[in-house]
Structure formats: C-alpha cells, structure tokens
C-alpha cells in the first residue's frame, strides 16, 4: 500500500519561503513521477508541480514558475517543493501524489493514483 506523508506546511508572510517534504513508502519510488497539487477553500485541487521519476523534466503550473521548485531524492524516498516568494494566493492545503504508472510525467490530477493527507501552507498579507 502506497503511503506518502507531507511536512513542512506553516504560516509565512508574503515574501517569504517554505519547504514542503513527501515522504513515500509502499512503492518502487524511482520509476515513479511525483507531483504536487494544491486546494484553496472553496476550490478545486490543482496542478503545481510535478518531476519525473529519475528527477528531470521538472514541469510547472504557470502560476508558480520561477518562484517554485520542486525536487527529488530517490535514495531517501522523498520528494521536496521549494516555495519562495510566497504570494497570499498560495495560501492552499497541498497534496504529494504519486503517478499511477510508472515511468510516465503526468500532469493531470487524473494521472495520480495515490495521495498524502496534505500540510497546509498560509500566506499573511
């Protein structure tokens, strides 16, 4: 059974800078592309930020780009998302998913077949 486990969620001002971790377990994690999703209230989940499964072609929702970061360690089963600049508009529970195939970057919420709890992530004016 797949089991993934966020940390690193808070409250930050805007400006400032946060490191999500996703612990995976329950799975071959090198084959597998990871992603990052988010859910602001009243909203839907959607794309963040997703990498492939031997850490390249880092893909990126628009509205993240260039202040966003998302990485990998596959000898720790961890993948990470580097929030800088943090705007009140990212204020969102964030989700770790894992593809559901391996060997494949998906993007749409569809492609990932397993989730984390999510850590929630509040940006201050």
């Known amino acids: 059974q797949v089991q993934l486990v966020e940390s690193g969620g808070g409250l930050v001002q805007a400006g400032g800078s946060l490191r999500l971790s996703c612990a995976a377990s329950?799975?071959?994690?090198?084959?597998?592309?990871m992603g990052w999703f988010r859910q602001a209230p009243g909203k839907e989940r959607v794309f963040v930020a997703a990498?492939?499964?031997?850490?390249?072609?880092?893909r990126y929702a628009e509205s993240v780009k260039g202040r966003f970061t998302i990485s990998r360690d596959n000898a720790k089963n961890t993948v990470y998302l580097q929030m800088n600049s943090l705007k009140p508009e990212d204020t969102a529970v964030y989700y770790c998913?894992?593809?559901?195939?391996?060997?494949?970057?998906?993007?749409?919420?569809?492609?990932?077949?397993?989730w984390g709890q999510g850590t929630q992530v509040t940006v201050s004016a």
């Open positions: 998913a894992a593809d559901s195939a391996p060997q494949r970057i998906g993007v749409r919420r569809a492609d990932f077949g397993s």
């Open positions: 990498i492939s499964w031997g850490g390249a072609m880092p």
């Open positions: 329950g799975l071959t994690f090198s084959t597998y592309s």
